[in-house]
């Protein structure tokens, strides 16, 4: 079921950013910030409103949320569970699909996948086995849609290579790999230590499996980091 390449001009991406948004998707999102509770009926109400809106026509995105990392970045602002222990994939993946029935109970046509996405957390804390399993399980019932893209965040040091080609096979072509800093100092205040060849290992990887789209996460305004601090602590 391997998604097609989707392919941006410049201008198309420039146009489809260049908007306000917040750092992080907030759950409930911002349309349900006001006064009234929100219920699990009324949730599903609006779900299946933009669902009806969209499907038939441009197909929905879906965004998973794989929560767990192995260990604390201090500047993390994600919704995540720090935890080495892989136990807890198991019911996590259960408790997933159990959202994804209520969701599909409450879809009055297939579901059409236009993008999927697997954010965290880190997706690659999950074992290549159980990603399989999920992602299978997740895309049992719907369509895919012809020019789907499906992209994924990885953290080299959770990642190898028989991940990245069952989710090749299952139709990802676009990784984003965490990489913040590469000097020494910065990974070290920010509990991030990564070296330069993991990260390389996880980009050749993926050229030879396939990705079209490699994107690196980097960010400016980490402790230690100026214009000069390599430079000047040689
Ligand atoms: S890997 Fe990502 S989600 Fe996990 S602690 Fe680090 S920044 Fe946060």
Redesign the pocket.
């Known amino acids: 079921m391997a998604a097609p390449v989707h392919t941006h001009t410049s201008t198309e991406l420039l146009a489809k950013y260049d908007i306000p948004s917040p750092r992080y998707t907030s759950y409930p999102t911002v349309p349900f910030w006001d006064e009234k509770p929100l219920t699990q009926e009324r949730w599903l109400l609006h779900v299946q409103q933009a669902f009806t809106k969209t499907n038939a026509s441009a197909g929905i995105s879906v965004y998973v949320h794989l929560p767990f990392?192995e260990?604390?970045?201090t500047?993390?602002g994600?919704n995540?569970r720090?935890t080495k222990n892989h136990a807890v994939e198991e019911p996590y993946m259960q408790a997933l699909l159990q959202e994804w029935e209520q969701y599909l109970a409450v879809f009055e046509e297939k579901p059409r996948i236009a993008e999927l996405h697997l954010g965290?957390?880190?997706p690659t804390f999950f074992s290549a086995e159980n990603l399989k399993t999920l992602l299978q399980k997740l895309l049992e019932k719907v369509e895919i849609t012809e020019d789907a893209a499906f992209s994924v965040e990885v953290?080299p040091n959770n990642t190898n290579a028989e991940q990245l080609q069952v989710l090749f096979d299952l139709g990802f072509r676009r990784l984003s790999v965490?990489i913040q800093d590469f000097d020494p100092c910065v990974q070290f205040v920010i509990n991030?230590i990564q070296t330069f060849e993991q990260t390389k290992y996880i980009f050749d990887v993926a050229r030879e499996i396939g990705y079209t789209s490699i994107n690196g996460d980097i960010i400016y305004g980490l402790p230690l980091q100026t214009a000069y601090a390599t430079q000047l602590r040689r």
Do not use: E
């Open positions: 990392c260990q604390l970045c500047y993390c994600c995540k720090i965290g957390g880190t953290h965490g991030r």
